[in-house]
């Protein structure tokens, strides 16, 4: 239910397109064939694509830890096993606003919610098959429901407990049956979702990496370090979590929808892991790797900008950093001194931290622009205030910030800025402290590794004033950025997994979060309209500093062609053509 | 002011003239050893004497062209059978040392390298003077050792040194020093750090080589017994100059010097314990550079007079002794 | 990394040891050198208020991204746009040569040439006090296990085995990463993570072992001594014969291994914040210099080898000060020269 | 003999579970150290928290999880790390190693030649100026920040002087194996070699040159000179050969302590995946299996080459060898 905007590279736009075109024409006479025909010839399963063949090299600073793919929440690992593995739907694989909502893939409908959103059904395509051969059943996508709840899913709670059973499935994972929850008739390929009570983000949860379909015999715990089949255009045939992983071509693949699961081109994919971000750029520079992964560092853009332009990839995110201020703590329970900090800080400062206007632009509401329900507005601006916001941030209003902290009467307090070690991120929070600074607070910043510190700042019994993070959703939807954050159901006191690290908490305002939510069964845009309002409500209330919304600038080899980033699914690796 | 023995018939092998060594201190030059001079003839075992600090080993290593602290200045002249050796390169140095004059130092326990067995150590030496295969090196240091008195000379070869006994690794030592058959052989204090028994038959052992070696030795020691039962004559030094030399007898007899006088009262028993340092006389000598204008050692003398201000000459005192005492001649000693 | 410093023991230390070795050191010219280009580094780090404030005008503390300074009459960007079609990047600007950003500046806009200064006040405070507090617990730990031996000595040795078995940086490491959270706790006294006390106690607790292991070389040897012996036979209490007889021995000790440690803790200071470790912002030091400078040492390398350097100067002239202080208070050439 | 060996284990394996005792009390004991967030995920429900932390049985008495760490460490070995999902921390570490190896190994012999002959160089010529300028080189090794020399040999070597003939052909950061292309791993490390080196050859020759000149002043060495042996006879046979107790010892110890990530910040400026930035990671990440597994690995090395020093003391020293 997210719409996005992907800024490719512009020139890589028109071809992508393009090419889309003629895979898709080519795509036809691959179905065509009978799948007798198609599995006795393995090797004709690779789609005749031009430019297709070679391998594909990548590089990433470190892997992303277990490949299953029910439980991984890496973004580098999603972006592995986008080729790999399918979902009952998936958002579309081109660039461009069109490429939401969500499209049929394993299904072959998108199935429309019945009894007001509380039943599902949907018919399986025929002739899927696993890199194992088996075909794909009913029965696996069944099992692959209750192996989110039986193997430790981290979405199985916030995404999956609508459906009947779900409660019994998290509080007994080992007994976990959804017997109730999903009905399936082998016969005529329908499997049907029953839910407790209606989810107006269903659809995309079906669409989402963690619901996999996975033969109905992969253990129900993690894998770890091995793979388990999938059904996508490869297969993931060697992998150590410190050196690299290897992709070879899924011999039983055909092409059933190309905008869903689109053909690969490079017979294998190879990532090498260990190369921090420096050598990762010379490296792609000198040819001797395809892609980076990790972004362009700061200190090289204009080094990439002058002599490697045409190999640049700059591509849009729905992915923002922002200041969480604990509205629980002293100084920010009090709203004139989050307000104050809103306005103090220069988020142009901000966007020359990350490399300029090219890469980042100013934000400052909590609905980054590209995902549903944007409506481009800014409250704490030079001349704007939450009665009368700005289109967009033009300049930090000191005297309106000091003005408001002498209101508050917070002045002088001590206040510890709590950031990831890593990077841009100390940059920020710098410039954090020094405004806190010019506001007269008494400002520290206390850093701590990226990993650890996205645990820390959640918990309550840390203290934490003010914490500098970042927040992408997993798919484009305004709930992952409102009511994920901001809700009163994300706050868990005394744990590390409690993502309202504001600890705001206000009932109108979630009133109006669900009322939002529950709009999208009826009416997509009057929702959309009403997520709006619900971010100004919010943005009004400044439970957080909304910094910089920053586009990924990453550099591919000059060999390579076709990229196309998605605002799903970052950049799609099988779509790589090699020259 | 050579210094000649009456009794020594055989030509001069060492001819030590005015020998003066200085090192510079915070800016002045202090005289380690002041004019020595001094001739030890073939087959002669001359005696060094004094205490420590007297220059004994200054002297004994400026002979061996051993010292090289820096800024160190050698003058005067060391001939040896007629060559000059102040000055002598450092490879003609080499070649001389530990062939033709060699040296046994006071202290076994340290003159040998740990690391390295006994045999291996004297064979070196024998290696570095003389165009022999290892095996015919080992079998001289063998039969030197044998010759030392050492029992069981093939095992004790191959010992390390600290697995030796003091006595016998002071023989080891005068076994390396005899290697190469010098012809004069110096012996800094050989004895000082061994127990009594073990000391005199070291120096037996020193006192037959001019008879089994043909070696003159120079002797160097504040052992004024061991003086009197090795050597044919000496040199008593006080603190960097010669305080008296003559024949052994005569000078025991005899002594000009109180310095000697003092020494000589001070011989310890043959038996019983061996004073660390010599008691009897009243304070220390002087360091080089707190050394007193005129006789070094009126301070501590009975009968120092005015005219100690002033350095005495080196002057004969009968029966060829020679001292540098303005009283010598007059026989104001109390022996 | 040893010193050699387990010297045969003398008689405690006289008053005209210490001016002997005052007038060695004197007539070191290396010594005297270093001394004087320490005292000017200290000196300069002192006065950094005053070039920030008078001189270069600047706030060293504040980010300065989107601010601009005039050059020769132009108004410049600190940070300049890159030239390039997709307008990618911004470099800090470099060195200017004016009294404004003599440096340049570094990717937050700050004058680099007063932060160094400002660096350095921390990085000496560290170091100095570091080694000021090792030294003090390495007299504690050697002194104990050397004079009292026996159970005390086993123990205190395991312990000093068990901190010797990790490596320095590691252990330093730990130790921050430990308290760089929350702080540390001693009793009742609770240090704020971001407090300068935080590197001096870690770093001083890690070279413990380096340090005491002299230390206590030197009172085993002390305790054998016949001064001592003497000592305790005439009856004199112990805690008399450890502050007059082995304390002033082991100063020496304390005197010669000082500077060497303070450039130990000055490396291990700038580790420690260039992997942000140490010296938490807003302090500045010259290791998080060097951490500022990391990112950018292919565009302005100015920023990262500025601190680097003052960092060798200042750990070679401490270590040529170690050695001149060795020779001078060496008492093998004491008492060699004296003999 | 048997019995001096005996202790000697038992004095080890005291250390080695002081250390682990020590790491993992500190470490479980450490605020935001709970691991069960990050290997539940973002944003998992309290129900599934419940489940992984059952799983890995942090909901048990710390003793039992020490044991249960220990025997995962050591017995079953197949540890895996909190911070990364299934990966495995022993198969890390033995993949870890060599490129220490590599780097410390390459170091080593750098170090070990320069500096003896810079060493046994300036104690020949005390008091020249060759002697002064030898002392000042090893002052100035000792003084260097290693990561801030290795980001200047970077900047030299890849940024400003890369398109010379003098650095053309250095790599970019990053490590090769050396069963993969000999040449290529050289080339990688010889830069991160001498950076490494630079501090230790310092050291070393400084120390050997002391040695040397106190060795100068030995009985045994003018013993030498009166064999009439040549200077240089007498430096290395003599002198050399019996500082090489000390040096050697030295040596050992530097040795493990880099081989056990002591060479971490050379690691981290130069990408290479070794020990050291295995475990600064592990730090970082709070991730205590891993902690574990290094700082283990790490002290048994140091303790072994402990071992071995005694070894090789008795080797190099006979005094040493009776004195057993």
Known sequence: MLRCLTFAARMNFLRASTLAVIAQTLSVSVVILSPAVAMAQNDSQTPPLPHSGGTLRMVAQSSGGTLDPQISYMALTRQFETPVYDTLLAYPKFAGARAVPVIASLAENVPQPEDDGLTYRITLRKGIRFSNGHELNTEDVAASFRR????????????????????????????????????????????????????????????????????????ASDTGNTAPPGTGPYRITGYDPTRFLRMERNPYFHEWAHDAQPAGYPDIIEATFGLDQESELTAVENGQFDWMYESIPLDRLGEAGDHFAGQVQIYSQLLYYYAALNTTLPPFDNLKARQALNYAVNRHAMVIYHGGPAVATPICQLIPSGAPGFDSSCAYTKGASPEHPAAEWKAPDLEKARQLVRESGTAGQKIT?????????????????????????????????????????????????????????????????????????????????????????????????????????????????????????????????????IRRVTLLAKRVHNAIATLNDDLLLSQLQIK | ???????????????????????????????????????????????????????????????????????????????????????????????????????????????????????????????????????????????????????????????????????????????????????????????????VTVQAQILELISTLRDTHGSSVLLITHDMGVVAETCDSVMVLYSGRIAETGLAEALFAHPRHPYTTALLNSIPPFYGERPHRLPAIAGTPPAPHERPAGCAFSPRCHDAQTICSTIPPLSPAGNGQQAACFFSTSGQQEH | ???????????????????????????????????????????????????????????????????????????????????????????????????????????????IAARLLYGGRNSLMISACAAVLCLFLSTLVGVTAGYFGGITDSILSRLMDIMWAVPVYLFAISLSIITVRHGLQIGPFTIEADNLLIPIIIIALVYVPYAARPVRGRVMVLRQAEFVTAARCLGVPQWRVLLFDILPNVLITLVVLGPLLMALSLLAESALSFLSLGVQAPAASWGTMIQDGEGLIYSRPVVAIAPGLAIVFVVLALNILGDGLRDALDIRNATRRSR | MLSAFLRRVGQTLIVLFGISVLVFLVFFATPGADPTARIAGRNASPQTMEKVRHEYGFDRPLPFQYATMMKKLFITRDLTSYANRGEQVVPEIIQAAPVTLSLVCGSAVIWLIVSVAMGTLAAAMKGSWVDRTLIMLGLVGISMPVFWLGQVANLISLSRYHDTWLFSWVPGPGYVPLTQNPLAWFKALVIPWCVLAVMFIGIYSRILRADLVALAQEDFMRTARAKGLSPARILVFHGLRTSAITYVSLFGLDFAQLLGGGALLTEVVFGLPGVGRLTYQALTNLDLPLIMATVMYSATFVVLANAVVDILYILLDPRVRDGR
């Open chain 2, 1 to 195: 002011m050579a210094v000649n023995f009456p009794h020594s018939t055989s030509q001069p092998l060492l001819e030590v003239k005015d020998l003066c060594v200085s090192i510079p201190s915070y800016g002045r030059s202090v005289a380690l050893i002041e004019h020595i001079s001094f001739t030890l003839r073939e087959r002669e075992i001359l005696g060094l004497v004094g205490e420590s600090g007297s220059g004994k080993s200054v002297t004994a290593t400026a002979i061996m062209g051993l010292l090289d602290t820096p800024g160190l200045k050698i003058t005067g002249s060391v001939r040896f059978r007629g060559q000059e050796l102040v000055g002598l390169s450092a490879r003609k140095m080499r070649a001389i040392r530990g062939r033709d004059i060699a040296m046994i130092f006071q202290d076994p326990m340290t003159a040998f390298t740990p690391v390295y067995t006994v045999g291996w150590q004297i064979d070196e030496q024998i290696m570095a003077h003389e165009r022999l295969s290892r095996k015919q090196a080992r079998e001289r240091t063998v039969q030197l050792l044998a010759e030392m008195g050492v029992p069981d000379p093939t095992r004790t070869a191959n010992r390390y040194p600290h697995q030796l006994s003091g006595g016998l690794r002071q023989r080891a030592v005068i076994a390396m020093a005899l290697s190469c058959n010098p012809t004069l052989l110096i012996a800094d204090e050989p004895t000082t750090a061994l127990d």
């Open chain 3, 1 to 111: 990394m040893t010193t050699d410093l387990q010297t045969p023991a003398s008689p405690a230390p006289s008053v005209s040891l210490w001016r002997q070795a005052a007038r060695t050191l004197l007539a070191d010219k290396g010594s005297m050198t270093a001394l004087a280009v320490l005292c000017i580094i200290v000196l300069a780090c002192l006065l950094a208020p005053l070039y920030a404030h008078y001189v270069a005008h600047t706030d060293a503390f504040a980010s300065n991204v989107a601010g601009s300074i005039v050059l020769n009459g132009h108004e410049v960007d600190i940070m300049q746009p890159n030239d390039n079609p997709l307008h990618l990047g911004l470099s800090p600007i470099g060195p200017t040569g004016h009294t404004a950003y003599l440096l340049g500046a570094d990717s937050q806009g700050r004058d």
């Open chain 1, 148 to 219: 989110i709840f039986k193997a430790g899913s981290p979405t199985a709670g916030p995404y999956y407990s609508h459906l009947k059973g779900a409660k019994e499935c998290l509080a007994d994972p080992a007994h976990c049956t959804l017997k109730e929850g999903i009905t399936t008739d082998p016969a005529s390929r329908t499997v049907t979702f029953h839910l407790d009570t209606p989810d107006p983000e269903f659809l995309p949860r079906l669409a989402w990496s963690h619901s996999a379909i996975l033969p109905a015999d992969t253990p």
């Open chain 1, 417 to 549: 800025i709590v950031a990831p070690l890593d990077g841009r991120y100390g940059a920020m929070a710098t410039e954090l402290r020094n405004t806190l600074a010019q506001l007269g607070y008494d400002a520290s910043v206390r850093s701590m590794t990226q990993a650890v510190q996205f645990s820390y700042i959640q918990n309550s019994d840390n203290r934490v004033q003010i914490a500098l993070t970042g927040w992408q959703a997993d798919y484009p939807s305004a709930s992952s950025f409102l009511q994920t954050l901001y809700s009163c159901t994300t706050i868990h006191p005394h744990s590390d997994n409690s993502l309202n690290v504001s600890a705001y908490c206000n009932p109108d305002i979630d009133a109006l979060m669900d009322q939002s939510a529950m709009l999208a069964l009826k009416d997509y845009d009057a929702s959309n309209a009403s997520w709006a309002r619900a971010d100004r409500a919010l943005m009004a209330q400044a439970p957080s500093v909304p910094l910089v919304q």
